[in-house]
């Protein structure tokens, strides 16, 4: 056989073997899985996060929100970024832990994806137990859920979903909740 013809008939050997006799590739994938594990598809996670950007990665609001997820003093010591939080007249502050800063933090998007993520990762078991109740007839998802609680807190989001109240008087935490729900 020619030197020529040896290499496609190794190739499609070697593919044919391990087609018939290794091992199985079901599952697999080559991209990463979500934050949240199987049970959120990595395209729901993108478009949920997407979602959640509220605002250019470089922004310091003057209630103190944080980067393109708007977190604050207590949701970045929640995932370690901050320490001694304390309540001021004007909201919550706190001290970065070192060597971070605020310009740190604000000019690193993985920084802050990787906080949301971490955020979301602690907060979903706490908030999937109300899965599915009605808020206004509308279904909670995880989600839905979620973003509420990514502004409100977990306890914040107990409280919304259980006081119509709570909905209108917190209409941006209402509309974050409208976004968001859905997703996965």
Known sequence: MSPILLLPAAILGFL????????????????????????????AWERYV??????????????????????GARRLADVGL???????????VGAWVAPLTEDKFLGSMPLQYAAFSKSMKAMAPK???????????V???LSGLLGVAHMAGVEGCLGWVKDPQARRKFAETT??????????
């Open 139 to 141: 279904r909670c998802s």
């Open 50 to 71: 997407a979602v959640m950007v509220m605002a250019p990665k470089n922004t310091a609001s003057p209630k103190r929100k944080y980067g393109s997820f708007a977190m």
């Open 82 to 92: 901050m320490e001694g939080i304390r309540r001021t007249g004007d909201g919550w």
């Open 16 to 43: 044919g073997g391990a087609a018939f006799a290794g091992p199985s590739r079901k599952g697999l994938s080559m991209r990463k899985p979500s934050p949240l594990g199987p049970g959120v598809p990595l395209a």
């Open 127 to 137: 908030v999937s137990e109300i899965v599915g109740v009605e808020v206004d007839g």
């Open 175 to 184: 509309k974050v909740f409208q976004r968001s729900n859905g997703l996965f």
